[in-house]
């Protein structure tokens, strides 16, 4: 049931107590205290708006850098991916499969910021071998919503 | 100058629009509606369905498939209806497909109705019955279905609705707009009544798939004694959201299956061949997609249902299909004045119980084909209607 709950809250993290029950057919409380427990369990993580920041005239830029790193004897990735996510410009970083290791999100007020916070910050930690920069130019669809929504609900020509 | 009010056809000139249509209508000239109305899925048709559509297409099977549809796609009806129903039809000929249900169940009545026969069919319910039965010749004989049986069709209200010039029982059950379904006992109860007559049944199981109670779907013909007397009707638009495909199939004994075939074969030829390799895929390798659209549809289902009663509106539990069906009697009003003025007052569409026959009076049908904040929008409007109608 807990798993239930957290799919319907990763959907939309503002359907009430009393929705989330009557959809699921359990009590307010069970979902109540399922939900204390998650967050207690740090399996729910937060609840936070998903903005459209394109809407916002030069709100923010972000950015996909591409990490190749060094990994230290013992630690892995692990000690320059804890650096790197301290980082108050970083919003995600990932360790990768494939042609290089970490993917790291930027945002900045300007692709000028980015292209400085590479340049003197990532790209000058001693294990960071290179790094490549791929700016943000439209986002389509973020956490399952459609941004850019082309489709509509083109039901209705018929009422049976 | 031609009179066409004398040349046309009188039965067809005589048959009413849909009351469903009119609501469209105003509904669709009006700015900001939000829609409880569609009878139809929003999901999307599964992408390995399109895929297989696709792929068809880009293949070449562009060619007229046989009069009962391609082989392997009468072979896997005939798997899943017997893995879904418990029901065995022979893919050689038990099983036509159909464009869509309707097709279905037009030839079925066509098949088996003559000039004066009756036709019993059970109300509220879905429109066609009964212009199908008058185009055939038939006549309508309606059992008005009661709320405190669940909208189910009781043994005496089918034995008293029996003539000696009954020739078919309509059992449209899961039910548009009721939400009703009968159980193995209930079919059971009806057969007692029928067993030493020579009635037919056409079972309408289109939303077979969308049930909501402790059993499984009861198809009709998996009671004990009904097999020889039932064409089952089932298809792909609702439970795999196929709706724009057009597909559907009849499933009967073989001595009814062959007269209904010569109805399609001459009228239709044969279902879009598209489509009939896409529902291929469909049966084979989509029944975790149809759980999951399942899941869906019942957690809309309870919150349509507690929003109801919770804004005063009586609204039994409906079991199958996705309509709920409340009761607006509370209110005074008739079912059409209440669609007329949520519409206007608070841009809500809902059909009225009318539209399914006059026993639907005192009642709306909502659909819950929609999101759930889209249906919490709509009843949060309806709640404002209904508590301003107080003042």
Redesign the interface.
């Known amino acids: 049931m807990k798993y239930e709950i957290l799919k319907l809250l990763a959907r ?1 993290a503002r ?1 009430t107590t009393e ?1 989330i029950a ?4 359990i009590t307010e409380a069970e979902v109540t205290s399922s939900i204390k427990e998650l967050e207690k369990d740090g399996l729910l993580r937060g609840y936070k708006a998903l903005v459209d920041w394109d809407k916002l005239d030069g709100a923010y830029v972000s950015a996909i850098i591409e990490l190749n790193v060094v990994p230290k004897a013992g630690l892995g990735f692990e000690e320059v991916a804890k650096k790197i996510m301290k980082y108050p410009e970083v919003e995600s970083v990932y360790l990768m499969s494939g042609v290089y290791d970490l993917n790291v999100v930027v945002k900045g007020k300007t692709l000028k910021d980015i292209a400085w916070f590479v340049a003197k910050e990532l790209a000058t930690i001693d294990s960071v071998t290179s790094t490549t920069t791929h700016f943000v130019m439209r986002r389509y669809k973020e956490m399952d919503v459609e941004l850019v929504s082309m489709d509509e ?1 083109d ?2 020509q ?3 | 100058m031609i009179d066409y009010s004398k040349v046309l056809n009188k039965t067809v000139t005589e048959i009413k629009p849909s009351g469903i249509r009119k609501f469209f209508d105003i509904a669709a000239t009006m700015e900001g509606v939000i829609s409880l109305g569609v009878g139809e899925p929003d999901f999307q048709t599964p992408w390995q369905i399109r895929k297989a559509g696709i792929n068809s297409l880009q293949n070449g099977k562009t060619k007229y498939t046989s009069n009962t549809g391609l082989y392997p796609l009468l072979c896997e009806i005939s798997t899943y209806m017997e893995r879904k129903f418990g029901l065995n039809y022979c893919p050689d000929n038990e099983i036509v497909v159909t464009v869509g249900g309707s097709e279905a169940i037009d030839a079925c009545i066509r098949a088996t109705v003559s000039q004066g026969d009756e036709v019993i069919i059970p109300q509220p319910s879905y429109v066609c019955y009964e212009p199908m039965t008058r185009l055939a010749g038939g006549t309508p004989v309606i059992i008005n279905t009661k709320a405190e049986n669940d909208f189910k069709v009781t043994p005496q209200e089918l034995e008293a609705a029996i003539t000696d010039r009954t020739k078919l029982l309509i059992l449209p059950y899961p039910c548009n707009p009721t939400g009703a379904i009968m159980e193995k006992e209930d079919i059971a109860a009806l057969y007692e009544v029928i067993k030493d007559t020579n009635i037919l049944i056409l079972s309408d199981e289109i939303y077979a798939e969308l049930t909501f109670g402790k059993n499984p779907h009861a198809a009709t013909a998996s009671v004990e004694g009904m097999r020889e007397r039932t064409v089952t009707i089932n298809g792909f638009s609702k439970a795999f959201s196929m709706t724009g495909w057009r597909l559907g199939f009849a499933c009967g004994p073989k001595e009814i299956m062959s007269q209904l075939l010569k109805i399609h074969q001459y009228a239709i030829m044969c279902a879009p061949t598209t489509s009939q390799y896409a529902a291929i895929e469909a049966l084979k390798n989509c029944d975790d997609e149809v759980a999951v659209m399942l899941k869906e549809y019942n957690m809309r289902r309870r919150m349509m249902v507690a929003g109801f009663n919770k804004i005063g509106l009586t609204c039994r539990e409906p079991k199958g299909a996705f309509y709920a069906f409340p009761s607006i009697k509370a209110t005074g009003m008739s079912s059409e004045e209440f669609c007329e003025r949520l519409l206007y007052s608070k841009k809500v569409a809902v059909v009225p119980g009318t539209a399914f026959g006059d026993s639907g009076e005192g009642f709306i049908r909502a659909s819950y084909c929609y999101s759930v904040e889209h249906i919490t929008e709509a009843l949060k409007r309806m709640g404002e209607f209904l508590s301003e109608l107080k003042v």
């Open positions: 939309n359907y929705e009557t959809m699921l057919a609900d039901r209705g018929l009422w049976i």
